[in-house]
């Protein structure tokens, strides 16, 4: 089953205003997220992540928040820049020793930002 | 520092034959995870190496294989490959649980 999901394929903004990416688990013993941008036929790039400890996190640009009573996360950018235009996947953990490093990902949202 | 490196790009394979991928981690890095991405699956976890020993296992047939080296390298082979092996192979390395994972640029390979 899928435990992570992202229900939107795409998303379009105009540059200047705020993308919103929303991302929802349905294992609670997930406890560390990440945000991962993509472009086609490379490796995903590291943007930002946050733990279940905290609801939310910012770097620059890139704000992440969770609320662990709904299993909800997202990303927000602000100001969205064409730039930003990738392939956006949400990802999860459980941080036992045990569990490793695996990261379950959600199906991606494909965000343009347009001029 | 560097990146996540892996090898190579591009690989071009015939259904039946076998394929090794190669990764090599962050400097420092001890955990090394493989990934699957099609169109199809989306990204889909292989397996994880971390001290030269696998720690956790996606749901893949025993056809996929790796192992890591002292110094952290991983390796994957997929054998008796087949046309639904074509993807993108990706490697990503971490600190362990709860770290931020970063990835190689991806190993592409198409089996004909």
């Known amino acids: 089953d899928q435990q992570v999901k992202q229900n939107s394929p795409s998303l379009s903004v105009q540059e200047g205003r705020i993308s919103i990416l929303n991302c929802d688990y349905t294992?609670?013993?997930?406890?560390?997220f990440l945000w991962y941008k993509k472009y086609p036929a490379e490796g995903p790039t590291f943007l930002i992540s946050i733990s279940s400890i905290k609801d939310k996190n910012e770097d620059g640009r890139f704000t992440v928040f969770l609320n662990k009573s709904a299993k909800h996360l997202s990303l927000h950018i602000v100001p969205s820049q064409p730039g930003d235009s990738a392939v956006y996947f949400c990802?999860?953990?459980?941080?036992?020793?045990?569990?490793?490093?695996?990261?379950?990902f959600g199906e991606g949202t494909q965000l343009t930002v347009n001029p | 520092k560097a990146g996540v490196t892996q090898t190579p790009r591009y690989l071009i394979k015939t259904r039946g034959q076998q394929v090794t991928l190669s990764c090599s981690p962050i400097s420092g890095h001890r955990s090394v995870s493989w990934y699957q991405q099609t169109p199809g699956q989306g990204l889909q976890f292989l397996f994880e190496?971390?001290?030269?020993?696998?720690?956790n296992k996606g749901n893949f047939p025993g056809r996929f294989s790796g192992r890591q080296f002292s110094n952290s390298r991983s390796e994957m082979n997929v054998s008796t490959l087949e046309l639904g092996d074509s993807a993108l192979y990706l490697c990503a390395s971490s600190n362990g649980p709860g770290t931020e994972a970063f990835f190689g640029q991806g190993t592409r390979l198409t089996v004909v």
């Open positions: 990802a999860a953990s459980v941080t036992q020793e045990t569990s490793g490093s695996r990261l379950t």
């Open positions: 294992n609670s013993m997930f406890d560390y």
């Open positions: 190496y971390f001290s030269e020993t696998q720690r």
